[in-house]
């Protein structure tokens, strides 16, 4: 235990806090004031204003000043809001362009020659000379305006020197000169006046005309176009880097992004049309040339746009490496020369490429790959879908070659690559799972994270010049702990602010992409051999044979993983692989009765043994669900085989689900005991849908099945579910069986089993009354209820309702007596039934006799009621549950 100290000492210790609590609160107080500073608009240059050296404080640093943004001197003002003037400044220049345009079109006619070349050159000099004597007077925001007049007012003295002077000049050709000599005179004109903002950009702007124009008016073909633009775009990514202010390179940089996809569309459509590999060799060259600068500007550019030019040059070079081969070969095949042109980017990892420009080009690299197996999927979906039409015609006999058994597909003759696109890529992938270390190892320099370096603000920046960018007096980070900017929880935008931890995003870990790319070789190899056999049209028996032998090495591949690690992807693909070419192979088979029993028989056994080689978990289960499925398939077949009617072939289908009931005694605890006893059920539930179009075969249906449900139900796990399913079961199988007998009066066969079930439950409740009313009387009050009601409801007579309601109402009333939850809510539920049974012609002739537009008046009425009290409402139920909820 820490002694207290003495009240002398203790109190120096607290004095020295609240003296590091005040410095604390004056530093975060200094650094609201410049942040308010910061967000204000800036303030005019003034020297007399400006103190570099009162960091916080004004001069002479008196203690307990206010703090103050730094530099702030007292007695200056900051700028008044520009934003009036910014307006007032802009509809003026708009009126004067609106005057000016109006002049042009319209008065232009009434004057002579000199009177308008003395006009334009006036008004055209005088906006040009303005801005300077402006600048001069510090009014560079009027300077703009007039700026902006003075374009406009150029661009009007081309149009009539071109309207007056040289009308019969061609006007492409004629704008083509004016957009060069206009680009080249505000060039000047920007340079000359440097602090204005728009000259430069406008430019740009009209530097990107003149050589498209050029080559529209000379006529120029298509690929001419193509280089025109290109040319465009590289002078426009040179100005982008190297430009002079940010509106500059913006405008630059939207240009060149403009005309250069421009040329590269241009180029692709040239190459993906070309007649032959020479007439693609000109688009190649235009595509190449446009890779070749992307990638200049790319080894310059910021990191985003890097990596964006990395993949516009890849995949540029690809379109142009991949157009000559893809027009020497025959349809289907340009696929693969574009794949493999794609997967050569991959040798950018041997450049010394900028690091994220060699990003763009991997991702080019794998769009191409992407993009190919995209075009791929159509075959492999044929393949897996297409044995689907057999089953409108099971047995119809062999067809003679594979493609004939997979109905109307695609043109086959169009997806010969497919399966060579399909296995290079798998077998790409496969090589990067094998020897992912030499991978890593090569791709480590586009890996790596770079390290953070420190923020440091421009020149004449608060803080400019001091390591890191911390402002003059400003505490270190050893004020708040190693690590830590210059101020506590200081934002990464901050001007000073040292960047902790940046550097590159990872990427996903090794593990996750090498179980990736084993998966992706799986499916995709598997996917090869299928369209494989389909384009080679192999004979329909070896296709049998050949895809059963398939799933089986992928069963072999999926238990052969470990389930974890960078197996567990590969495994699980495996795994998915095999269930969907089973069921493909299975359907493949359903056109001859013997490939049928072969083929599923094989399945059956196959999933069985992966199920018993495959270690405990999900996979195991799968396979043990598949084998009884494909064993209900053929209990199926057999019926079929047999000449059974469908209802016939019922009870034959309740032979997997007895071995599932079998076969879970035997397993028991095991986890593969659920699964497998739950896999037999759907073959149960066919087997009763088989059943219904005939009643007596219904109810031996339900009566099996009950039994079935009745031997789960001696084992102790199973008993409370399989027990009530038993009973729900055996109950519907002796309605079923009396009413296919034309019994009419069911009370006869019921009463006799209801009374001593009730007898059998009141002597239950006696010696136990904690025991469940529905346990207790359930089974016996509904063995009558339920089939006396079925019989109420079409019996024309009213004793038997009158009757039911008797009966039901007393059960009503001895469950609300005796609080019994099963008598309350079967007298109850049978009670309305047998009421609304009775009521309902009545209830119809009332219904026809009102107006029309009054139910659903009172519908609206019930649902407003029910509204304004919904929460009322709401508290009732929850009373009533909690009330039925208590009863037994």
């Known amino acids: 235990m820490e002694p207290v100290p003495p009240p002398a000492e203790e109190l120096a210790r607290l004095d020295r806090e609240l003296a590091e609590l005040d410095a604390r609160r004056a530093q975060l107080l200094t650094r609201r004031a410049w942040l308010l500073a910061a967000l204000r608009p800036p303030a005019a240059p003034a020297a007399p204003g400006w103190n570099p050296a009162g960091w916080g404080a004004p001069p002479g640093g008196r203690p307990g000043a206010p703090a103050q943004p730094w530099g702030y001197v007292p007695g200056t003002r900051a700028s008044a809001p520009r934003s009036a003037q910014?307006?007032?400044?802009?509809?003026?220049?708009?009126?004067?362009?609106?005057?000016?345009?109006?002049?042009?079109?319209?008065?232009w006619g009434s004057m002579g020659i000199g009177g308008r070349s003395a006009v334009l050159s006036v008004v055209t000099l005088g906006a040009l000379t303005a801005p300077a004597v402006l600048l001069r007077r510090g009014l560079a925001a009027t300077a703009e305006a007039l700026t902006a007049l003075a374009l406009v007012l150029t661009l009007l003295d081309v149009y009539a020197v071109h309207a007056v002077a040289a009308p019969d000049t061609d006007g492409l050709g004629f704008t083509a000169v004016a957009c060069a000599v206009l680009a080249a005179l505000w060039t000047a004109y920007g340079l000359a006046l440097g602090k204005l903002h728009l000259p430069l950009p406008a430019a740009v702007v009209l530097a990107q005309w003149p050589l498209l124009f050029w080559a529209w008016a000379a006529g120029a073909p298509a690929l001419v176009v193509g280089w025109a633009l290109l040319g465009t775009a590289v002078v426009d990514g040179v100005i982008a880097l190297r430009g002079r202010g940010l509106g500059v390179r913006i405008t630059a940089c939207v240009g060149g992004s403009v005309l250069g996809l421009s040329a590269l569309l241009v180029g692709l459509t040239l190459s993906a049309t070309a007649s032959g590999p020479v007439g693609a060799l000109a688009p190649g060259a235009l595509l190449l040339a446009a890779a070749a600068a992307v990638l200049a500007g790319a080894w310059h550019a910021p990191k985003g746009f890097a990596l964006g030019g990395g993949v516009v040059a890849g995949l540029a070079?690809?379109?142009?490496?991949?157009?000559?081969?893809?027009?020497?070969?025959?349809?289907?095949?340009?696929?693969?020369?574009?794949?493999?042109?794609?997967?050569?980017?991959?040798?950018?990892?041997?450049?010394?490429?900028?690091?994220?420009?060699?990003?763009?080009?991997?991702?080019?690299?794998?769009?191409?790959?992407?993009?190919?197996?995209?075009?791929?999927?159509?075959?492999?979906?044929?393949?897996?879908?297409?044995?689907?039409?057999?089953?409108?015609d099971v047995w119809a006999g062999s067809p003679d070659g594979f493609r004939s058994a997979l109905g109307s597909t695609p043109p086959w003759s169009e997806s010969a690559a497919a399966p060579v696109v399909l296995a290079l890529t798998a077998g790409l992938l496969g090589s990067a799972y094998r020897w992912w270390p030499s991978l890593v190892r090569v791709a480590a320099p586009l890996t790596a994270r770079e390290p953070a370096a420190p923020r440091t603000p421009e020149a004449g920046a608060p803080g400019a010049g001091t390591p890191g960018g911390r402002p003059p007096g400003a505490p270190g980070p050893a004020a708040y702990g190693t690590g830590a900017p210059w101020y506590a929880g200081g934002p990464a935008g901050a001007p000073w602010y040292t960047a902790g931890g940046g550097g590159a995003r990872g990427w996903p870990s090794g593990a996750a992409l090498r179980g990736a790319?084993?998966?992706?070789?799986?499916?995709?190899?598997?996917?090869?051999?299928?369209?494989?056999?389909?384009?080679?049209?192999?004979?329909?028996?070896?296709?049998?044979?050949?895809?059963?032998?398939?799933?089986?090495?992928?069963l072999a591949l999926a238990v052969r993983g470990t389930g974890s690690g960078v197996q567990a992807p590969v495994a699980a693909t495996a795994s998915a692989a095999a269930v969907a070419g089973a069921v493909s192979a299975g359907l493949l088979s359903?056109?001859?009765?013997?490939?049928?029993?072969?083929?599923?028989?094989?399945?059956?056994?196959?999933?069985?043994?992966?199920?018993?080689?495959?270690?405990?978990?999900?996979?195991?289960?799968?396979?043990?669900?598949?084998?009884?499925?494909?064993?209900?398939?053929?209990?199926?077949?057999?019926?079929?085989?047999?000449?059974?009617?469908?209802?016939?072939?019922?009870?034959?289908?309740?032979?997997?689900?007895?071995?599932?009931?079998?076969?879970?005694?035997?397993?028991?605890?095991?986890?593969?005991?659920?699964?497998?006893?739950?896999a037999?059920?759907?073959?149960?539930?066919?087997?009763?849908?088989?059943?219904?179009?005939?009643?007596?075969?219904?109810?031996?249906?339900?009566?099996?099945?009950?039994?079935?449900?009745?031997?789960?139900?001696?084992?102790?796990?199973?008993?409370?579910?399989?027990?009530?399913?038993?009973?729900?079961?055996?109950?519907?199988?002796?309605?079923?069986?009396?009413?296919?007998?034309?019994?009419?009066?069911?009370?006869?066969?019921?009463?006799?089993?209801?009374?001593?079930?009730?007898?059998?439950?009141?002597?239950?409740?006696?010696?136990?009354?904690?025991?469940?009313?529905?346990?207790?009387?359930?089974?016996?009050?509904?063995?009558?209820?339920?089939p006396s009601l079925a019989v109420a409801w079409t019996d024309p007579d009213w004793v038997r309702p009158l009757l039911l309601g008797t009966a039901a109402l007393v059960i009503t009333l001895l469950g609300a007596r005796h609080r019994l939850q099963a008598l309350l809510v079967l007298g109850g539920a049978v009670l309305a039934l047998d009421g609304l049974h009775e009521l309902a012609p009545y209830v119809v002739q009332v219904a026809g006799a009102l107006p029309r537009w009054l139910p659903p008046a009172l519908a609206g009425m019930l649902l407003l009621v029910v509204g304004a009290t919904y929460e009322q409402r709401l508290r009732d139920a929850r009373r009533l549950k909690d009330a039925l909820g208590r009863m037994r």
């Open 590 to 678: 359903l056109a001859s009765e013997g490939a049928s029993y072969a083929v599923f028989a094989a399945l059956a056994v196959l999933f069985a043994g992966a199920s018993l080689r495959a270690g405990a978990g999900a996979r195991r289960a799968v396979f043990a669900v598949a084998a009884v499925v494909w064993g209900t398939v053929l209990t199926g077949l057999a019926g079929r085989s047999l000449g059974l009617a469908p209802h016939e072939a019922a009870p034959l289908l309740l032979t997997a689900p007895a071995l599932t009931v079998l076969l879970g005694a035997r397993l028991r605890r095991n986890p593969v005991a659920l699964p497998v006893e739950l």
């Open 86 to 107: 910014n307006v007032l400044l802009t509809l003026g220049g708009l009126l004067l362009t609106v005057a000016a345009v109006a002049f042009t079109l319209v008065s």
């Open 517 to 554: 790319a084993g998966a992706g070789a799986v499916a995709l190899g598997w996917g090869a051999l299928l369209v494989a056999g389909a384009v080679l049209d192999v004979p329909y028996a070896l296709a049998v044979f050949a895809q059963t032998l398939l799933v089986a090495a992928l």
């Open 317 to 392: 070079a690809v379109a142009a490496a991949g157009g000559v081969p893809a027009a020497a070969v025959p349809d289907g095949w340009p696929v693969l020369a574009y794949l493999l042109c794609g997967l050569a980017l991959t040798a950018v990892l041997r450049t010394r490429l900028p690091k994220d420009a060699a990003r763009g080009v991997l991702a080019a690299s794998a769009a191409v790959a992407a993009g190919a197996l995209v075009g791929a999927l159509p075959s492999v979906a044929a393949v897996l879908l297409g044995p689907l039409t057999l089953l409108s």
């Open 680 to 786: 037999g059920a759907p073959g149960a539930l066919v087997a009763v849908g088989l059943s219904a179009a005939d009643a007596p075969f219904l109810a031996l249906t339900l009566a099996l099945c009950g039994v079935l449900a009745a031997g789960a139900a001696v084992r102790p796990e199973r008993r409370p579910v399989a027990g009530r399913l038993a009973a729900g079961l055996f109950v519907p199988a002796a309605w079923v069986r009396l009413a296919a007998s034309g019994v009419s009066f069911p009370e006869a066969y019921t009463l006799p089993v209801t009374v001593p079930a009730l007898v059998v439950g009141f002597l239950r409740r006696r010696k136990d009354p904690e025991a469940s009313s529905w346990t207790a009387y359930g089974p016996g009050l509904a063995a009558t209820l339920l």
